[in-house]
């Protein structure tokens, strides 16, 4: 089966119109509260004191330049309003995250709830998250990650019952490229088809299923959060042999010992290491 061109062309023009829609109140609304804070105050003191002492040849923009002291509260108030909403908004994310204890209360979510809970997960293990709020619940594109200049595209399917199968897997493959992006992620409360882990395998995609899910969710929780919810043996004095971070314990769904218990890092998916359980 090979990936559908055609498709995976409308799908990266979408996300592009998405992000062409999108005007500067909708950036700042999904920016930090602080940032429509410093954007107003930059605007309002070019508005208020630096614009009127250049001169200009122009005639309209000298008028734009002598009216700018009295449109600059009125502007710098506009750029202003978006801080609020996002200060709440965030704060209603992380409280989704934090209230999290297992797969079942992930299910329970709405496809768009489920979105913004991977996206704050990976807010708290310090990636910049971009929200594409231009698609529906089966969008091509549903985060952008940025960290230390790579981008990760990331697509979360909430499925309860089904598999996510090859044809979704080879897709965001084909956006990934069209995207020109590090990586690719495909989150899912569910499972993968074998085919799809196949695909994926000598290729940037990280495929998380629903118990690894819970291991991203848990290890990006706050520690009393955490401590509460977490029912496995602790591992604060256990770290990763590779990268320091903790180690979690986790059940072997496939592999040689399908059900044996092991001890893998709390970053995955960037950190595959893992070391063998004794009980």
Known sequence: MSNDPIMTV???????????????????????????????????????????????????????????????????????????????DSRRKRK?????????????????????????????KGYSVVENHGTGADGGIDLRLHKSGNVSLVQCKRWKTQKVDVRVVREMYGLMTAEHASGAI??????????ARTFAEDKPIDLIEGYQLVDLIRSSQGASTRAQNDT??????????????????????????????????????????????TA
């Open 96 to 124: 989704l995250l934090d209230k999290q204890s297992d797969l079942d209360s992930i299910k329970s979510l709405s496809w768009k709830e489920f979105e913004e809970l991977v996206g704050e997960a990976y807010r708290r």
């Open 10 to 88: 409308e799908k990266s023009t979408d996300y592009q119109m998405a992000k062409r829609d999108e005007n500067l109140l909708d950036l700042l609304s999904q920016s930090p509260w602080w940032v429509s804070v410093v954007v107003s105050s930059v605007v309002y003191a070019a508005l208020r004191f630096i614009l009127p002492g250049i001169q200009f040849e122009n005639f309209v923009l000298r008028g734009f330049a002598h009216s700018g002291p009295t449109v600059a509260p009125y502007v710098s108030l506009v750029l202003l309003l978006p801080a609020p909403f996002s200060f709440f």
């Open 186 to 195: 495909l989150i899912t409360s569910g499972l993968f088809t074998q085919e």
């Open 232 to 277: 496995t043996p602790k591992t604060s004095q256990m770290t990763c042999g590779k990268c320091g971070s903790s180690l979690v314990l986790r059940v072997a769904r496939r592999g040689k010992k399908p059900g044996s218990r092991f001890w893998g890092c709390s970053n995955f998916p960037k950190c595959r290491f893992t070391q063998e359980y």
